[in-house]
């Protein structure tokens, strides 16, 4: 096959292919849109730069390579996928065959449809893919129009996504430190409450213990002040008895006796020369008779305990206003 049939061939399919491919381009473009921003710009953009034309391509021999672009073009496959595609064919053979005008000239009607496909990659982000058309599109036309304006927005594309992507990595880790801070926090939060609580209760159990020991203290005063009321209330009571006892006596001067006959002496204690006396304790009442008597104090004893208590039982007084109480002593001494 001749440069020339090769030429006519590729000419009779490229408007057709170009215009297949375009359409396909379209929905790759419509399609394509979520998995290129799902895509992380910054690594791709961070990948080296593969040779324009694949390794595998450029070791081919002319047919082959003529064969191949042919083919390629049959398929759509005008400047994708990278490696098997007509552009890269066309380009081998421009560099073994330089002087091949149908060569060139595929080339040159390949180049818009380059050019629309690096500008949608550009769009979409696709960084890597972008990168790749520009440098088909040098190498096929290093003085294309469009070359500067495509590898600016290619280096600005790249640094756009850097950057974004340098911020969301920053903002990440603000985020983490954030939520570091926050937990940190919260966890100081709780451990103070918990503090708080436990300091709570050790207040409250020592305002019990101090509550506990004030009632029992109250207790014991108020049961202290009833010992000392109860004993206050016993020594009154016997001070009183006591002035009583001894009001009781004076109050004996003013009987004013009417017969007082002394006691009976003892037969015995008479034979026996004994003597003695006898503390007697009388009351008298208001019509003057004696109407109680006991023996207080007798020396000796139970000698003349009888006659002193027979005697007193016989003794008159004169009236008076109310019973009085008094002490008499009874001396029983032998006449000589």
Not at 228 to 251: D, I, L, M, N
Not at 278 to 304: H, K
């Amino acid at each position: 096959m001749s440069h020339v049939n090769l030429h006519a061939g590729a000419r009779r399919w490229l408007p057709v292919a170009l215009a297949l491919a375009l359409a396909a381009c379209s929905g790759k473009d419509d399609s394509a849109p979520a998995a290129a921003e799902g895509a992380a710009p910054a690594s791709t953009a961070a990948a080296p730069a593969a040779p324009v034309v694949a390794a595998k391509v450029q070791s081919m021999g002319t047919e082959q390579l003529r064969e191949s672009a042919s083919q390629a073009l049959r398929e759509n496959r005008m400047y994708a996928p990278a490696g098997d595609n007509a552009i890269e064919y066309y380009l081998a053979l421009r560099d073994k065959t330089p002087d091949d005008a149908a060569v060139k000239s595929a080339l040159t009607d390949l180049l818009p449809y380059t050019l629309i496909a690096a500008e949608q990659h550009l769009a979409r982000e696709d960084f890597t893919e972008a990168q790749r058309l520009v440098a088909l599109i040098e190498k096929m036309d290093p003085a294309a129009p469009a070359l500067p304006r495509l590898k600016e927005s290619l280096a600005k594309g790249q640094q756009n996504a850097a950057k974004r992507t340098q911020d969301e990595s920053e903002q990440a880790r603000k985020d983490a430190e954030n939520r570091t801070r926050q937990q940190a926090e919260q966890q100081r939060l709780t451990e103070q409450r918990t503090r708080e609580a436990a300091a709570a209760q050790q207040i409250a159990a020592q305002q019990d213990a101090a509550r506990r020991d004030n009632e029992r203290a109250e207790a014991e005063r108020q049961a202290s002040a009833r010992r000392e009321a109860e004993t206050r209330q016993q020594q009154a009571a016997a001070q009183q008895a006591a002035a009583a006892r001894q009001a009781a006596p004076a109050a004996a001067p003013t009987l004013r006796p009417v017969s007082t006959p002394a006691p009976r002496y003892p037969a015995e204690a008479l034979r026996a020369g004994t003597s003695g006396e006898v503390l007697v304790e009388i009351t008298v009442g208001t019509d003057g008779s004696v109407t109680s008597s006991r023996v207080l104090r007798a020396t000796p004893a139970r000698i003349f305990d009888r006659e002193a208590l027979n005697a007193v039982k016989r003794w008159r007084f004169e009236p008076v206003g109310a019973p009085v109480t008094t002490r008499r002593t009874l001396v029983f001494e032998p006449s000589n």
